[in-house]
């Protein structure tokens, strides 16, 4: 079982940054997939940004803005998310995926309001 804790969320102005932080209890092998999803007000979970061995991967609307990144050795994924929209607000969650028992964890959420 792998515990993922997320922090770094918070109310930023528009054209603000935000770090995001993702700290996995367990050890993030080079070949698991791990990402960032959000979830706005009224809205369906949508990807945001995932890497694994290749190139990360991003959704149209933050592409050129975010940036995600790992460092294996402690553990964590991290979102920097710059130029912030009004749009961006939601709440991020970190998601692990452990490609040798191919089940997928989920973080509990930060959340990120984007607002003047």
């Known amino acids: 079982q792998v515990q993922l804790v997320e922090s770094g969320g918070g109310l930023v102005q528009p054209g603000g940054s935000l770090r995001l932080s993702c700290v996995a209890s367990?050890?993030?092998?080079?070949?698991?997939?791990t990402g960032w999803y959000r979830q706005g007000p009224g809205k369906q979970r949508e990807l945001v940004a995932v890497?694994?061995?290749?190139?990360?991967t991003y959704a149209d609307s933050v592409k050129g803005r975010f940036t995600i990144s790992r460092d294996n050795a402690k553990n964590t994924v991290y979102l920097q998310m710059n130029s912030l929209k009004p749009e961006d607000t939601a709440d991020y969650y970190c998601?692990?995926?452990?490609?040798?028992?191919?089940?997928?964890?989920w973080g509990q959420g930060t959340q990120v309001t984007v607002s003047s």
């Open positions: 890497t694994s061995d290749g190139s990360p």
């Open positions: 367990g050890t993030i092998f080079s070949i698991d997939t």
């Open positions: 998601n692990l995926f452990r490609k040798s028992t191919r089940i997928y964890y």
